[in-house]
């Protein structure tokens, strides 16, 4: 099953929404902790702690750069969740296909003499 290929703590690490807005940010590009922390109301430490969060689930790759530590996003990390939820939308719209065929067919059952 495409559920136990996903890494916990990915969903963990995407749950929180300043984390979700962080990897939001980051699927434009790269940006340093300084450009991430800029839009929130939250320290740039912070900031920090939330990415070592997205670090540690694999999600954000940082590099060193002088004294600057840029951050982009691993999306190879995010491949067995996106598998996932493209199973389980095909299979949710597999089921609203049988659901509208089953009440189109009760629908015309009441409409014939």
């Known amino acids: ?6 890494n916990p703590a990915v969903l963990a690490a995407l749950a929180d929404p300043i984390r979700l807005r962080i990897v939001d940010r980051l699927a ?11 839009p929130f109301d939250v320290s740039q430490p912070a ?3 939330h990415i070592r969060v997205l670090t ?3 999600i954000v790759v940082q590099r060193v750069d002088g004294a600057r530590r840029p951050c982009r ?15 389980l939308r095909k299979t949710l719209s597999a089921q609203y296909d049988r ?3 089953a009440l189109a067919e009760l629908e015309d059952e009441t409409h014939d003499p």
Do not use: F
């Open 56 to 58: 540690d689930a694999g």
């Open 47 to 49: 900031i920090s702690r």
């Open 28 to 38: 434009a590009g790269e940006c340093t902790v300084g450009e991430l922390a800029a």
């Open 1 to 6: 099953m495409l559920i136990e290929s996903i």
């Open 73 to 87: 996003l691993a999306p190879e990390s995010l491949a067995a969740l996106d598998a996932w939820l493209t199973q």
């Open 99 to 101: 659901l509208d065929a």
